[in-house]
């Protein structure tokens, strides 16, 4: 974080004519100015850093399952510890790594991006960040009690979830503040979004990653909420006596799998809409040609918030349902791929007939458009009722929605990193590395997560600890790929870190074909920004 | 230099894909076609699915890839300037929705035909518990538990040394892309009669389970407290494998199904003599039982029930399992034993097993338990006791008292 | 930063926290609200199998009305014990072939095993759920809990009628009661 102090040194040597009461003087010395900083700068690096730690723990997990999965047998863990480790797998990856990723880098960019001096609320916005690690260690902290961590999986579907030892309320708990911080995240970038505009620009002139995180805040806002009140039922329903989804006392436990999917469902899109607006900046900057089809871009990101809302049963074809709420739910979760495609083909439309470079965050979106394709066409695939049946909990769902958030969200979120790095310490990043780490990224991955299709049409159930031997070599070779992928990784901390420390220096612009308000501010970006509003005429490029 | 690095990665990343298309038999990777009418139809429709995705991807990633070699800046192109066009838009967004509908009405159609329940011939009971089945022939009477079979259970240990490959892949040799049984086999098998219409009625007891058989493409989940149902119609004779598909636990990944599909003649044959065996199982538990008969019926008993939590020897594991050598339950009063393994510890893992296990498998466990892992209780529970607690006898009627641990030497001891 | 001549004032954005906020906690509401809304769901489309439960003059009235003579629908009764009970279970009769708009009565056993009192309650549910709504009962056992002394038992009579408007392509009703050990013993 040394040079980021460098960073904002430079800052203070601007002259500031009107001081208020937060500092308009540079970050305050010392490990204090972390704790305290209300800057959208600091806060989102904040942010950023912490989900890159916890992407190595969550990565770390992914390890165990997969090294326990290497060859048939139980050679390394317990089943139950097995399956603590699929479900906080998910957990940190979710709720730690792809949503505290981008907030973070909504709070660098969406005040920069709309010529904001910074966050609306920046003292919400420090205890929106300072919750999470508390949080999580509690969450983490679960691992090391006698009863163990949560080992229902993510979904926490009762009754199983209830069978776990004390250390439920403390997951419960955990949930909750994390639900607190997203809520807290998303009002703030509402109000930053609503009101803090820059004269000028229009709704309509806004990047579309300020466009899609909108529609990701209001889902925040709508969704979590809901997820609270479901685990507030468990906890009441185990500790308190009440029976919401026990049969016993009246209650059903697939109304629970109703409630948190019409959560769980929204939440996909949470973890997808912003990196669909981390591409649509991109793939225009390295084609040097506008993004084609803004508008229907957004109307396809409202389009497909709305549908998120009535599409939940779809994760529930098995629990039997009437065949009137099968079709229903069958043909909403179809419609989803229309807008879904639009994307898609404005993406391809962008590319057409530019003038394409391929640096690395180009790469990471090209990976990005092509290996979310794939996941979405699986997706598609899914959506057919009958063969849900057969597909439903097996590996061939893992692989499909591993291939949204991997090489979907966690490339987008990879794609941002190097676009933006040059911005955020003033100096390139090493272009050779990060294409290394782009190629050697895009070949594990596949031979992690390509197999999974086929061991899952074969028949192989997911959250398994052991399997029978004609899913062994696939296995083997999955098991390769995540090894090869996860240390491959280690070479994206080398490259950050080296960046951080000095190289080329970065001119303001960056890239040649880059258009945006965050590019006409010097690199590294000064620790404020747009002190005094930009003017936007009609004409001025803001996307 | 850069693009040196892109091309030898590209290459490498196509030659790794080769071996992947060599290495196994389609079979082996794509869903099971299955038995009956219904699984071909889902299989169809996956094929289709399948397809259509195929070949929206090849249109998506040519018109990408052309492009991203046409339109390089290094070939000197300049960028066009066009950003919009409604004719396009609406064009991509009616063509998928058509490609949909014609999608749409296939797969209704099949579901709907999934969903019809009527005419069936024969309803069985599946209820699900962790981590086994119980099957319940609803016109027969017949009923009995299915799960993992011991010898997998014992080779599926952590630190087994069974060489699984050796063990559980004889199928392998004969060339069968099933590639062996490991984790597959059962110690009851569902046997049904082929040609028959049959309904499968789930629930379970504690958790929610799922009944998966691939081949029949029926996949329903068990839920506590509520009844499923799923139909099968299997034409061909023959044995189908599944699994459960809902994470019910620790044993999640061990209570495999088996489906025997048979004439109906044979099928008739196999429900007598489960008619006889379930008879004899009464009068196992009539009869007075040596101590050491009981004692080696109870290890057989335990290895397939308890030590997957318990361990081998006894030991528990600390901080999920107790220990069963040296505890309390095991070693102090047989009535408090007795409760724990027929009733289980409510809000626990322990489940109950007064349902699952005979009334002389429970005698044999118990007494297996109290003289084994170094307990030297030295008792023996006779299987008429257990048969007199479930009809209600007191357990602390006076002729009991001889079971109780401070008076063992005047247990019925052979 | 107020004298700055482009940043709204900050009332507006605890007008715009605000608003957001009283989402957040309507969805929070929202989500208790799903519990009614899934029980009316459920009665409407018969998911999840809860049956429906008559007055005797409504089934009389339905009794008098319409009499399906052609048509005879098999019920099958089920019995499933949860977890952590000590019981026995079961239907007094497998099957029963009824005719819908008739009235019919039914019972089930149940012996508590163990030497303690227990109260347990049975939960109903039909398959197929299409059935649901038409699998009407005017007493049923599982409307209230029911109290065992040790090691005592009971017959418990269940009446019902299957309305005439079940749909046509059912033609076996299965109706399922699982005993659990109520939640609360009292």
């Not at chain 2, 249109?59 to 991203?68: D, E, L, R």
Request: aromatic letters at 12%.
């Amino acid at each position: 974080m040394s040079s980021n102090d460098v960073t904002h040194h430079a800052a203070d040597d601007h002259n500031h004519d009107h001081g208020d009461d937060h500092g308009h003087h540079g970050p305050a010395p010392g490990l204090m100015r972390w704790v305290t900083t209300t800057n959208h700068k600091d806060i989102g690096t904040l942010y950023l850093w912490f989900s890159l730690v916890m992407f190595f723990i969550g990565g770390a997990m992914a390890l165990v399952i997969r090294a326990e999965l290497f060859q048939p047998g139980i050679q390394i863990v317990d089943p139950m510890f097995f399956n603590s480790m699929t479900t906080m797998h998910a957990i940190v990856m979710i709720f730690g790594v792809v949503m505290p990723a981008f907030v973070g880098l909504a709070n660098w960019m969406i005040p920069m991006m709309i010529g904001a001096p910074d966050m609306a609320l920046p003292r919400l916005n420090n205890w929106s960040f300072w919750i999470m690690p508390f949080a999580f260690t509690i969450m983490l902290s679960t691992l090391f009690m006698d009863s163990g961590g949560p080992a229902g999986g993510w979904t926490l579907y009762p009754p199983l979830v209830l069978q776990m030892g004390d250390s439920f309320a403390f997951v419960i708990f955990a949930i909750h503040f994390l639900g607190i911080s997203s809520v807290m995240g998303s009002i703030n970038i509402v109000a930053t979004i609503f009101n803090m505009r820059a004269p000028g620009m229009t709704f309509m002139k806004m990047p579309m990653f300020v466009w899609t995180w909108l529609i990701t805040a209001y889902l925040l806002i709508a969704t979590i909420p809901v997820f609270a009140g479901a685990v507030t039922m468990l906890l009441t329903d185990r500790y308190f006596g009440t029976s919401f989804f026990s049969a016993a006392g009246g209650g059903d436990p697939v109304m629970f799998q109703h409630i948190f999917w019409f959560f769980g469902h929204p939440e996909v899109y949470i973890l997808i809409l912003p990196a669909f607006g981390i591409v649509s900046s991109i793939i225009p900057t390295f084609a040097r040609k506008e993004l084609f089809g803004y508008d229907s871009m957004v109307y396809a990101t409202a389009s497909i918030a709305f549908l998120s809302f009535i599409v939940w049963a779809h994760h529930m074809f098995t629990t039997g349902m009437p065949l009137a709420g099968e079709l229903f739910f069958m043909f909403s979760t179809m419609l989803i791929s229309v807008p879904t495609g639009v994307k898609v083909f404005n993406w391809v439309a962008t590319m057409w007939r530019g003038a394409m470079t391929f640096e690395t965050p180009m790469l990471f979106a090209i990976g990005f458009v092509i290996m979310f394709t794939v996941g979405g066409l699986s997706g598609l695939m899914l959506a057919i009722t009958p063969a849900d049946i057969q597909y439903h909990d097996t590996y061939f769902v893992v692989a499909h929605f591993h291939y949204v958030l991997v090489p979907g969200a966690i490339y987008s979120l990879m794609a941002a990193t190097y676009y933006w790095l040059p911005k955020w310490t003033g100096n390139m990043y090493d272009e050779k590395l990060g294409k290394m780490h782009f190629w050697i990224s895009t070949i594990f991955v596949n031979v992690l997560f390509f197999p999974m299709h086929f061991v899952g049409l074969a028949g192989m159930p997911r959250r398994i600890p052991d399997y029978s031997l004609q899913f062994a070599d696939w296995n083997m070779i999955a098991t390769i790929g995540a090894f090869g992928f996860g240390f491959s990784q280690l070479m994206f901390v080398y490259i950050i870190v080296k960046c951080v420390r000095g190289g080329e220096k970065a001119t303001a612009e960056v890239w040649e074909g880059a258009r945006g308000l965050e590019w006409t501010v010097a690199s590294p970006a000064p620790y404020h920004t747009f002190e005094t509003a930009p003017t936007i005429e009609p004409s001025t490029v803001t996307r | 230099m850069t693009s040196n690095v892109s091309r030898w990665a590209l290459l490498s990343l196509m030659l790794l894909l080769v071996p992947f298309g060599a290495s196994a038999e389609w079979g082996a990777l794509n869903m099971p076609q299955g038995v009956t009418e219904i699984s071909n139809e889902v299989y169809t429709l996956h094929m289709r699915i399948f397809y259509i995705c195929c070949a929206i991807g090849a249109a998506v990633f040519g018109v990408m890839i052309y492009s991203m070699f046409a339109h390089r800046k290094s070939k000197g192109v300049k960028p066009a300037t066009f950003h919009e066009s409604t004719t396009v838009e609406i064009v991509w967004t009616v063509v998928p929705l058509v490609i949909l509908i014609a999608m749409a009405i296939p797969a209704a159609r099949v579901l709907i035909k999934m969903e019809d329940f009527s005419d069936s011939e024969m309803s069985i009971k599946v209820t699900a518990y962790q981590w086994r089945w119980q099957y319940e022939y609803m016109d027969s009477g017949v009923s009995f538990y299915s799960q993992l079979e011991p010898s997998h259970n014992e080779a599926r240990q952590m630190g087994s040394d069974v060489d699984l490959e050796a063990t559980f892949s004889p199928s392998r040799k004969r060339g069968d892309s099933e590639g062996g049984v490991y984790l597959k086999e059962v110690d009851n098998e569902l046997v049904i009669p082929v040609g028959k219409k049959i309904r499968f009625l789930h629930t379970a007891a504690d958790v929610i389970h799922s009944w998966w058989v691939p081949d029949l493409a029926v996949k329903k989940d068990a839920i506590p407290g509520f009844i499923n149902e799923n139909w099968a119609l299997i034409e061909e004779p023959g044995v189908y494998h599944g699994k459960c598909a809902e994470l019910c636990g620790r044993g999640h990944g061990f209570m495999p199904i088996v489906v025997r599909a048979v004439p109906q003649e044979e099928f008739d044959i196999w429900v007598a003599e489960k008619q006889l065996a379930m008879a004899s199982v009464s009068e196992q538990a009539d009869r007075q039982w040596a101590h050491q008969e009981l004692v080696s019926v109870g290890e057989k008993v335990y290895q397939a029930n308890c030590m997957s939590c318990h361990q081998a020897e006894g030991q528990g594991i600390p901080g999920m399992f107790p220990a069963i050598g040296g505890s309390d339950v095991a070693t102090g009063s047989i009535d408090k034993h007795i409760d724990t393994v027929m009733n289980g510890i409510d809000g626990s893992m322990m489940s109950q097993f007064s349902e699952v296990l005979s009334d002389a498998d429970l005698a044999a466990v118990i007494t297996f338990q109290r003289n084994a892992f170094g307990n030297n209780t030295g008792d023996t529970l006779q299987p008429s006791h257990i048969k007199s607690l479930r009809n209600g006898v007191d357990i602390r009627a006076p002729e009991s008292v001889a079971l109780l641990p401070d008076t063992n030497t005047t247990t019925g001891v052979n | 930063m107020s004298d700055l001549p482009f940043d709204p004032p900050r009332k507006s954005h605890a007008k715009v926290a605000g608003k957001m906020l009283c989402l957040a906690f309507a969805m929070f509401g929202f989500g208790y609200l799903m519990v009614p809304l899934y029980d009316i769901i459920c009665d409407i489309t018969g998911l999840n199998g809860k049956t429906g439960r008559v007055s005797v003059a409504e089934a009389n009235a339905t009794q008098t009305e319409l009499v399906a003579e052609d048509r005879e629908i098999i019920v099958e009764f089920v019995a499933s014990i949860n977890q952590g009970g000590s019981w026995i279970f079961k239907p007094m009769e497998k099957t029963m072939t009824v005719t819908p708009g008739k009235m019919y009565q039914a019972s089930y056993y149940a012996e508590n095993l163990s030497s303690s009192p227990v109260v347990a309650q049975a939960t109903p549910s039909v398959s197929p759920f299409a059935a649901a709504k038409y699998f009407n009962k005017t007493e049923c056992f599982c409307f209230t809990r029911q109290a065992f002394e040790p090691n005592g038992s009971k017959d418990m009579p269940l009446t019902f009628i299957i309305d005439p408007d079940l749909p046509i392509n059912v033609d076996r009703v299965t109706l399922s009661y699982t005993f659990f050990r109520s939640p609360d013993q009292s």
